[in-house]
């Protein structure tokens, strides 16, 4: 059966294919009527570009897909909670639902640090949810950031003089 959990563990296994390609692992796959129209990973390091998001990536293939920029009746599903660049092109996108798994208090803006979804007089107003599949998503996220840390300072005592390592 093709429900919650089902889209948002292809959404994980996006969020793996991230790491693999050295990228912040989040994933996104975005449904209509129980079908797969778009999935991406984030691409900001492969692409050179700030905006390679794998929310962004996704709404872009899913409009291509659909023949239309409205995505009406569409469902976004994210290992982590969209920063503000990509809650503005949710919203924009008038997609009808997000549901993503960890909660970003920094720079979330689906109800971690802001709530842009609420707005009042936006024209677009998602249903959000929150949490499903968040343990998982939350240790590939932590996981990641470690690997990335203890590299840095493998390569910054690397670069020290011998006499100081």
Partial sequence: MRDDTFFLSHAYNLAID???AGEVPVGAVIESEGQIVACAHNQVETLKDPTAH???LAITQA????GDWRLNGCTLYVTKEPCPMCAGAIIMSRISRVVYAVSDDKLGCLGGA???HEVSTFQSHPIV???LMN???LEILRAFFQCKRELAEVSDQAQLPAKWN
């Fill in 18 to 20: 991230a790491w693999r």
């Fill in 54 to 56: 794998a929310e962004l």
């Fill in 63 to 66: 409009a291509s897909t659909l």
């Fill in 114 to 116: 802001l709530a842009l």
């Fill in 129 to 131: 949810t929150t949490g």
């Fill in 135 to 137: 343990q998982e998503c």
